[in-house]
Every structure is written in C-alpha cells, then in structure tokens.
Antibody, heavy 123, light 108 residues
C-alpha cells in the first residue's frame, strides 16, 4: 500500500525559507524508475508542478521557480525534502507530494498523492 | 512550456446525464495525458492516463479519448459523487509537466 504524507510549517513569514518533508511508504526511492514530485495549489486555483527527484538522484525544477527550489531525498528514511527560499504571500498554497514512475523511457502520471499541507505566507 | 486549456470552466449537469469535458494542448503531447478528479479538501485522484486508460478502481462510466492536442473526458451518467473539479495534465514533456486550469462539474 503506497502512502505519502507532507509535513512542515503552516505559517511562514515573507522572505523566509520554507522546508517541507514528504514521508512515504509502500515503495522505495532506490528502486529503478521511482520518482517523487512536489505540486502546489493556491486556494481556489489550479495545480502547479514544482520539482521532481528520481531514484538516481536526478533533480528537475519548474522553469519559473528553479532559482528558489531545492529537492533532496533520504532513501533510508523514505523521505523527500523540498526547500523554497524567499517566500512571498503569493506562495500561499496547499503543497502536495506525489509519486510517479519511469517505465523504460515512458513517463507515467502522478498515481499516488499525499493529502497536502496548507502553507500560508504572512507577516 | 506546454499550455493546457480546459473547457468549459464550469459545467452544470443533472444527475444521470452525460458530461463531456475538453482539454487542449498548445503542442502535441502524444497520448501522455492524464485526468484527475479533485473534491473539496482532498488531493487530486488519478482517473485516466495514457489519454484513455482508466486507473485502478475507476468506474467504467469514466472514459477518455483523444491524442496529440485534443482530448476529452466523458462521464456517461453522472452520479452524486462525481461532482468535483477535473484537471487534465500532460506528462509528455518530461518532467516539465503542466496542468489545465480545471473544469468544475456542478449540479444543475
């Protein structure tokens, strides 16, 4: 049974750095083809893909946010961590982590999602 | 970046009726298109992938079609639990994935 759960602060101040942790079970990020992504959703708005880390520790970022994002993994703890610097009120959103897989050269969709964590940016 | 455009923004449908949702990509995404359902306060749930394959446990009343730039999600007979927001997502441009802005299916 695959599960993911996001954790982190509910409130951050402008200019601060946000650190979120995704703790997962039911799969291993050391298994070939496994990947974890972060996606966010401002209140009442659409989903936005942020970052992805794969089993081989390759990292990919949203073009518009790549200067502010860092993704990393701790395979032994089954965790993926996302940091976002210089937070702004427009970054207020629910942040989700989700799993995807690479099957050969074929990408797959986001098949399992965490329940999300709401982060509010306010002074 | 591939832009995904969904229409309509809101669809008002009576229970038991058919709902047809559209998604258009700004360039070809082949069949690497997924549909997700999201209910208030919940995470998105994968419904369809590969443009037309139902995910595990998804009822047969949900079907997807299309390829290239034009895609459709059809719900053949709306049940009360189907009223939600639906998002399309392209995963062709690895891994710079993009989502549509969503279609809200509401009770008429």
């Amino acid at each position: 049974q695959v599960t993911l759960r996001e954790s982190g602060p509910a409130l951050v101040k402008p200019t601060q750095t946000l650190t979120l942790t995704c703790t997962f079970s039911g799969f291993s990020l050391s298994t070939s083809g496994m990947c974890v992504s972060w996606i966010r959703q401002p209140p009442g708005k659409a989903l936005e893909w942020l970052a992805l880390i794969d089993w081989d520790d390759d990292k990919y970022y949203s073009t518009s946010l790549k200067t502010r994002l860092t993704i990393s993994k701790d395979t032994s703890k089954n965790q993926v961590v996302l940091t976002m610097t210089n937070m702004d009120p427009v970054d207020t959103a629910t942040y989700y982590c989700a799993r995807t897989t690479l099957v050969g050269a074929t990408t797959q969709p986001l098949d399992y999602w965490g329940q999300g964590t709401l982060v509010t940016v306010s002074s | 970046e591939i832009v995904m455009t969904q229409s309509p923004a809101t669809l008002s449908v009576s229970p038991g009726e058919r709902a047809t949702l559209s998604c258009r990509a700004s360039q070809s995404v082949s069949s690497n298109l997924a549909w997700y359902q999201q209910k208030p306060g919940q995470a998105p749930r994968l419904l369809i992938y590969g443009a037309s394959t139902r995910a595990t446990g998804i009822p047969a009343r949900f079907s997807g079609s299309g390829s290239g730039t034009e895609f459709t999600l059809t719900i053949s007979s709306l049940q009360s639990e189907d009223f939600a927001v639906y998002y399309c997502q392209q995963y062709n441009n690895w891994p710079l994935w993009t989502f549509g802005q969503g279609t809200k299916v509401e009770i008429k």
